[in-house]
């Protein structure tokens, strides 16, 4: 079974340029995560997906970043314009869902890591 | 707000011994779920293991164990037999009833010592 794929593995883009991370989620699951990761600290959600619609947005700094899941599979993490504090590993993460959100595993891919100059 | 804390920054273990890495939380809420991953240089996030806050049993994979104290709201994970393998970062997980989102610590560094 294919894990969950990010591209790319590195960005680096001065600040107030745009950039965009992509992510395919375990084939069936239904829930997609974006985490933030700043060196030394825990992942932070962003974003959660359930199929193609957004259930908690509410840490996403919604002035500069966006997301979207098109047809409920794929989906598209964008930073416009970066910022020199948006340098860190973003995380995407999907899980099937079934049985209540809190007892489903998160499934993690490699991540992309951003540098911001 | 939930909160998970790992007290302990970095940790070291020399190959083949055990060590045990640390974490709290808080939370209101009597039936849920904890998990322990563990973040290589490779920066994928792995499932170490999880526990059932509703089982008294600690749960057991492999060489990892968890000390799970309800009461107390603690979390310990237990490596036995460490192996070069498991140097890594470790991360303790909490997904609140009814919030779906992961909580993590800010993690343990472990160090193995050949």
């Known amino acids: 079974e294919a894990g969950v794929a990010q591209s790319p593995r590195y960005k680096i883009i001065e600040k107030r340029q745009s950039v965009a991370f992509w992510c395919n989620p375990i084939?069936?699951?239904?829930?997609l995560y974006w985490y933030q990761q700043i060196l030394g600290q825990g992942p932070k959600l962003l974003i959660q997906?359930?199929?193609?619609?957004?259930?908690?947005d509410s840490q996403l700094p919604k002035d500069r970043f966006s997301a979207e899941r098109l047809k409920g599979v794929d989906s598209t993490l964008k930073i416009q314009p970066a910022k020199l504090e948006d340098s860190a590993v973003y995380l995407c993460?999907?899980?099937?869902?079934?049985?209540?959100?809190?007892?489903?595993?998160?499934?993690f891919g490699a991540g992309t890591r951003l540098s911001v100059l | 707000a939930q909160t998970v804390t790992q007290s302990q920054p970095e940790m070291s273990v020399q190959e083949a011994e055990t060590v045990t890495l640390s974490c709290t939380y808080d939370?209101?809420?009597?039936?849920?779920?904890l998990f322990w991953y563990k973040q290589p240089p490779s920066r994928q996030m792995i499932l170490v293991i999880r526990q059932e806050a509703y089982k008294q049993q600690n749960a057991t994979e492999n060489r990892f164990s968890v000390n799970f104290q309800k009461a107390a709201k603690s979390f310990s994970l237990k490596i036995s037999d460490s192996q070069l393998g498991d140097a890594a970062m470790y991360f303790c997980a909490y997904p609140g009833a009814g919030s779906y989102q992961l909580t993590f610590g800010k993690g343990t560094k472990l160090s193995v010592i050949p």
């Open positions: 993460a999907s899980s099937s869902s079934r049985g209540g959100f809190s007892k489903n595993i998160q499934y």
């Open positions: 939370t209101s809420e009597s039936d849920y779920y």
């Open positions: 084939s069936g699951h239904a829930t």
């Open positions: 997906f359930q199929n193609n619609g957004v259930v908690d």
